[in-house]
């Protein structure tokens, strides 16, 4: 089945303890993104890779790194959690525009507290 | 900066009726423009994605409609269900930097 899995689904941490969510598709898509939900705020992208080793800042970057070193992998990195990024998070992959830009899948969420 | 706006914010109809959301934003320079669908506490599910050069894709009881001059896009649903409700976001893929930026979704609440 095609599907972008994220992991852990629920976290509960604290401050300044580093943590990593991890983000895995099966399609063989070569862009992948990070997105945060907040009420009142909608979503908003975080970074964002079109390919292998490339990465680019989303509209809200800072406090997160990102990786890509493999196509189906694109974790995300918190080195030191605040609890200003307790958030809901997703993970999307799509084909990217160059190949004709299908449809963003997402994965099921991560829900992040930071203590 | 791209701004993404969907109206109204909520929306309650009786069941069987056909309605529509708006979707605008700022900047035409867009490659597509995508409808989702959000359960409470769930992850996102595309509806339907229109790219730059259509005008319109259908799915359904769904038809969304994209007119990129104007900065506007409408999901239309026909013959509402309960089943229907959730939250739908509309979101566009930037040409200059594949950004992509949400709108802040509207609440549809299809009464029986």
């Known amino acids: 089945e095609a599907q972008v899995t994220q992991n852990p689904r629920y976290l509960i941490t604290v401050t300044g303890k580093k943590l990593t969510v991890t983000c895995s598709q099966n399609m063989n898509h070569e862009y992948m993104s990070w997105y945060r939900q907040d009420p009142g705020l909608g979503l908003r992208q975080i970074y964002y890779s079109m390919n292998v080793e490339v990465t680019d800042k989303g509209d809200v970057p800072e406090g997160y790194k990102v990786s890509r070193k493999e196509k189906r992998n694109f974790p995300l990195i918190l080195e030191s959690p605040s609890p200003n990024q307790t958030s809901l998070y997703f993970c999307a992959s799509s084909s990217g525009r160059v190949a004709g830009a299908n449809v963003l899948t997402f994965g099921a969420g991560s829900r992040l507290t930071v203590l | 900066k791209q701004e993404v706006t969907q109206i109204p914010a909520a929306l309650s109809v009786p069941e069987g009726e056909n309605l529509v959301l708006n979707c605008s934003f700022t900047?035409?320079?867009?490659?597509?423009l995508q409808w989702f669908r959000q359960d409470p506490g769930k992850g996102l599910t595309s509806l339907l994605l229109?790219?730059?050069?259509?005008r319109e894709q259908t799915s359904g009881r769904l038809n969304a409609s994209l007119d990129k001059s104007s900065g506007r896009s409408t999901l239309y649903i026909a013959a509402s269900q309960p089943g229907d409700s959730a939250t739908y976001l509309c979101?566009?893929?930037?040409?200059?930097?594949?950004?992509?930026?949400f709108g802040k979704g509207t609440r549809l609440h299809i009464l029986p």
């Open positions: 900047d035409s320079a867009i490659y597509n």
């Open positions: 229109i790219q730059s050069s259509q």
């Open positions: 979101a566009v893929l930037m040409n200059r930097d594949d950004k992509i930026i």
